[in-house]
């Protein structure tokens, strides 16, 4: 579904990406890890259009480099970005409503999603400024969903969480792909992601550098200690 070729990205004179080879399949996880800094976050917002960049992305075999950002998202290609981006002021069904294609319903109803999140569902005329981290989290997934993309970017969706939260958005994450989304997840937190990714990546100074097995990744103390640990 998702190829990327030789992503080059900049912030400003600053050389971000340096040649990102990676892709991902149709209802597949694949978890893309590094350090702080290692260019995860920027893959990501590259693939959306947000960063200036040079390369190649396809999407279902057709280029999206230099696409706006909205038609990306319109082709099916969904983005949880790592500050949540809720607004705070409008309540949870609204936040929801924001989501839609066209202002239409189309897999996913609210209904749906808050019979898979029922406190969503008792907090839908709550302003999401008042919801907890885990809740905003769930609620920029579903707000996510409601757009049917056939891929979501998620990022960083455990940060700051309580271990018992982190565990719940990736049950989430893994119903998602037995629905058959493929999901690109930028994560730090190694346990998490290597238990709900069949494949990782990793990342250092704006490249891929292994691209493996969480079993091949374990078993490679070398590369965990020069990559990933701190």
Not at 43 to 71: H, K, N, Y
Not at 123 to 143: D, I, K, N, V
Not at 146 to 158: A, F, K, R, S, Y
Not at 201 to 215: E, N
């Amino acid at each position: 579904m998702l190829q990327v070729r030789g992503l080059q990205a900049w912030y400003g004179k600053s050389h971000v990406l340096h040649g990102v080879d990676l892709t991902v399949g149709a209802g597949e996880i694949v978890a893309l890890l590094g350090r702080n800094g290692s260019g995860r976050s920027t893959t990501a917002r590259a693939i959306m259009g947000l960063v200036d960049c040079q390369g190649e992305i396809l999407w279902r075999g057709r280029s999206i480099l230099g696409r706006p950002t909205f038609e990306i998202a319109r082709s099916g290609i969904g983005y949880v970005p790592e500050d949540r981006a809720i607004f705070p002021r409008l309540t949870v069904e609204q936040n929801l409503l924001l989501g839609r294609q066209r202002g239409k319903f189309g897999r996913w109803s609210l209904e749906q999603l808050y019979a898979m999140f029922p406190a969503l569902g008792a907090r839908r005329q709550t302003e999401a400024g008042r919801l907890s981290g885990g809740e905003q989290q769930m609620l920029t997934l579903c707000r996510t969903l409601i757009g049917e993309p056939q891929l979501i970017l998620v990022d960083e969706p455990t940060e700051g969480l309580a271990p018992q939260l982190v565990e719940q958005v990736g049950a989430f994450l893994q119903q998602l792909q037995r629905e058959g989304l493929a999901i690109l997840l930028v994560e730090q937190k190694l346990a998490i992601a290597l238990a709900v990714s069949p494949r990782a990546l990793v990342m250092g100074r704006g490249r891929v550098v292994f691209d493996g097995t969480p079993a091949q990744l374990l078993a490679d103390a070398g590369l965990r200690r020069e990559w990933l640990e701190v």
